[in-house]
């Protein structure tokens, strides 16, 4: 059967769908994007070409506009109709209007926003850096925690009386959007609650974003909040946001398909999809012939990533057999057959430059095969770094959190990436006073966060989202004073031991990165290692081990050889020895190593 995916704008007041039909005759549908405010429709045939945009939209197209020239629905594949009978080129046009971009939340929204410029920039908008300057203000949006959504929440209030307020710091013709995973999460809150934001755009309709636009342009309000099963954006070249910087996000995969009891990320992201490894290579060489030296590649659950386009079958072949998860890790679904793999694509992209370093955020653990390990292991520019999310140390709450394993699994798990990656770091997501989370069950957690001794640490206290498996089916029966104690006091316990373990490293040798300005001194820089740790060191001359050079300065892009002097809560202040590279670097440590190994026999 047909699937047919419906897009929805609401205009006039009233809710109104878009429906993508494959036929023959992709002109003969359209898609509907506005209703008249009494419910009456015109055919766009009738307009003429001196009817302004306005009146064009409130007039939307006929019944005849979808069914004229309409063939049978017939098998094949399905057309996205680009066209809109009442909207032309130029009504769709930016016309050098100015947006404004402000970005919260995690990495994939700053993917996102790099996305939705690219599509405004084509469609001839301009962007500012002064929100004063702007005709349009757009907010991408975090939804993953109640704090997240308040912030917003504050920032629409403050946007909406600059506008509207007696002293007009924005112009009145300012239109505000939202987009993102609280605009698909909050839409009707949005609209009811203000009348301020012209625009919702959820995560896949960014396409959409130059009519959406248009229409608020006429003094509607316009929305598209449709999770797609295809949208990866995968032809869409972002364009970043901070040119001058060395490191840089790709996203391979949007959506996730674990269901966890707790998180919102399946209701505003959708389900589990992948860009084509060929798309990704692709755009590691864009940003290689760019001069970009560190790349993190991102998704919701990004170590689950599966291509099975046609095209990397004809590439690369798809492998047949099932998923590997890891030993001890189950799912709430069937597992998924055929497709090249997360440890396919980190090792394909490791090839494309061997001095660019390589990332990935966000993982889960129980997509961690030996095979992803071994790459991250044999690969000197991939990051020896394991972001390993536990959210819990209770083996009860884990399973009220649909989380697919017992603490002991994770726990095997985590002595088995510190037995296959020498050197690793490791960081976990943990989430405190949970659904029925008892003193016992935190002491669990307090236990694990001890045993394991995390080299980083984002920990939360458990605030409820809509939609969710725990909203339906659990109680949020912790006091949230009872959650701020306990997130306190894991807190605590995560600090000692990540001293601890950094405390190890001071004597040693690293690779940095020169990424910037250290915040507190001008005077000094800034850049992480291999384990993903923050090091500050002196803007001092120092040898160059890849020309021979006595004396150069370093200068962001650079990757240096420093020496740890000391550590502290968040950083280590070191000591740059010389600048080097990625394969210097590393075959100056096997060098070393042998050497030492040979003394000690």
Avoid at 255 to 284: A, H, L, Q, W
Avoid at 456 to 467: D, E, G, I, Q, V
Avoid at 555 to 576: A, I, N, W
Wanted: include cysteine; glycine fraction near 6%.
């Amino acid at each position: 059967m047909l699937s047919i995916p419906r897009c929805y704008g609401l205009l006039s007041g009233r809710l109104v769908s878009r429906v993508a039909i494959a036929s023959r005759r992709p002109s003969a549908l359209r898609p509907c994007c506005s209703t008249s405010t009494s419910g009456s429709a015109c055919s766009a045939s009738s307009s003429t070409a001196s009817e302004s945009f306005a009146e064009k939209v409130k007039k939307g197209p006929s019944l005849a506009d979808f069914l004229s020239s309409a063939s049978p629905l017939e098998s094949g594949d399905l057309q996205e109709v680009e066209e809109v009978p009442y909207l032309s080129p130029e009504d769709v046009a930016g016309n050098n209007r100015k947006v404004y971009f402000e970005m919260y939340g995690c990495q994939m929204n700053v993917s996102d926003t790099e996305i939705a410029w690219s599509i405004l920039q084509k469609a001839g908008y301009l962007r500012t850096e002064n929100v004063s300057e702007a005709d349009v203000i757009l907010l991408v949006t975090c939804a993953i925690r109640d704090k997240a959504e308040q912030k917003i929440w504050t920032r629409l209030s403050r946007l909406a009386k600059d506008r509207n307020g007696k002293d007009q710091l924005l112009g009145r013709h300012v239109k505000i959007g939202l987009l993102g995973c609280m605009a698909e999460r909050l839409k009707k809150e949005v609209l009811e609650k203000q009348k301020s934001v012209d625009v919702i755009a959820g995560p896949d309709a960014y396409r959409d974003l130059p009519r959406l636009l248009a229409v608020a342009g006429s003094g509607e309000k316009a929305l598209n909040v449709q999770l797609s099963l295809e949208e990866t954006y995968a032809d869409v070249t972002p364009v970043r946001q901070y040119p001058d910087k060395k490191g840089a996000f790709i996203s391979v995969m949007r959506g996730c398909d674990n269901m966890c009891s707790y998180c919102i990320v399946p209701f505003t992201r959708g389900r589990e999809r992948s860009r084509d490894i060929k798309s990704i290579i692709g755009e590691v060489r864009h940003l290689s012939d760019q001069g970009v030296k560190e790349i993190v590649l991102l998704g919701q659950n990004v170590n689950s990533y599966r291509d099975t386009s046609e095209e990397s079958v004809s590439m690369f072949g798809i492998r047949n057999e099932p998923t590997h998860n890891s030993s001890g890790f189950q799912t709430i679904y069937h597992n998924k057959e055929g497709g090249l793999r997360f440890a396919d694509l980190l090792h394909e992209v490791a090839q494309v430059d061997k001095e660019i370093r390589f990332g990935f955020t966000a993982p889960h653990p129980k997509d961690f095969p030996d095979e992803l390990l071994d790459v991250i292991s044999e690969n000197d520019n991939v990051f020896k770094y394991v972001h390993i999310p536990a959210q819990s140390g209770s083996t009860r709450v884990l399973e009220l959190m649909r989380r697919g394993h017992t603490r002991e699994s994770y726990l095997e798990l985590i002595r088995h990436i510190r037995s296959r990656i020498k050197g690793v770091t490791l960081s976990t997501d943990m989430i405190v006073g949970f659904c029925g989370e008892t003193h016992q069950d935190f002491l669990d957690t307090l236990s694990l966060v001890e045993e394991v001794g995390y080299d980083m640490a984002f920990l939360f206290a458990y605030s409820m989202r809509k939609k969710t498996h725990a909203y339906h089916r659990l109680f949020d029966d912790v006091p949230p004073d009872e959650k701020l104690a306990r997130l306190h006091e894991v807190n605590d316990v995560f600090h000692r031991r990540s001293l601890e373990q950094r405390q190890s490293r001071v004597g040693q040798e690293q690779l940095i990165l020169v990424e910037q300005d250290s915040t507190k001194s001008s005077d000094k820089w800034s850049g992480r290692d291999n384990g993903f740790m923050v090091h500050v060191f002196p803007k001092t001359s120092v040898p160059c081990a890849l020309t021979g050079a006595g004396s150069v300065e370093l200068k962001k892009g650079d990757f240096v050889r420093v020496r740890v002097e000391q550590c502290m809560m968040k950083t280590f202040l070191s000591t740059p020895l010389e600048r080097t590279s990625i394969r210097d670097f590393w075959e100056r440590q096997r060098r070393q190593a042998s050497r030492q190994h040979a003394a000690s026999s």
